[in-house]
């Protein structure tokens, strides 16, 4: 059975820095595509980013606009795990962060923000930003 379980969510002020991890059990992720989404109340679920396998232990990343240079995702390939480090942050980055992984490795970039390509998900972890 395929599971992420997410960690490292909590209350952190503005400006702060958090980091989140999401570590995968059942099936190994390390050449497939995993991401990061996340939900604010009433709203939609949102991408964030997305790490891509190009070979060896090398990833790259993708990210939304909203995020792009204060988000990264990185990935351990030995440990099976997807980590999003988040800076600067604001109140309005409130939400339940899910990590996800999808099946297919050859993604294509203008999919990755839609969250039916992915097949696995975690339960997701609050982050509150706060003062």
């Known amino acids: 059975q395929v599971q992420l379980v997410e960690s490292g969510g909590g209350l952190v002020q503005p400006g702060g820095s958090l980091r989140l991890s999401c570590a995968a059990s059942?099936?190994?992720?390390?050449?497939?595509?995993m991401g990061w989404f996340r939900q604010a109340p009433g709203k939609e679920r949102e991408w964030l980013g997305t790490s891509r396998w190009i070979g060896g232990n090398a990833y790259t990343g993708y990210y939304a606009n909203s995020v792009k240079g204060r988000f990264t995702v990185s990935r351990d390939k030995d440990k099976n795990t997807v980590s999003l480090q988040m800076n600067s942050l604001k109140p309005e980055d409130t939400a339940v962060y899910f990590c996800?992984?999808?099946?297919?490795?050859?993604?294509?970039?203008?999919?990755?923000?839609?969250?039916?390509?992915?097949?696995?998900w975690g339960q997701g972890t609050q982050v509150t930003v706060s003062s």
């Open positions: 996800a992984a999808s099946s297919s490795r050859g993604m294509i970039v203008s999919s990755m923000s839609e969250p039916g390509n992915y097949d696995y």
């Open positions: 059942g099936r190994a992720f390390s050449n497939y595509p």
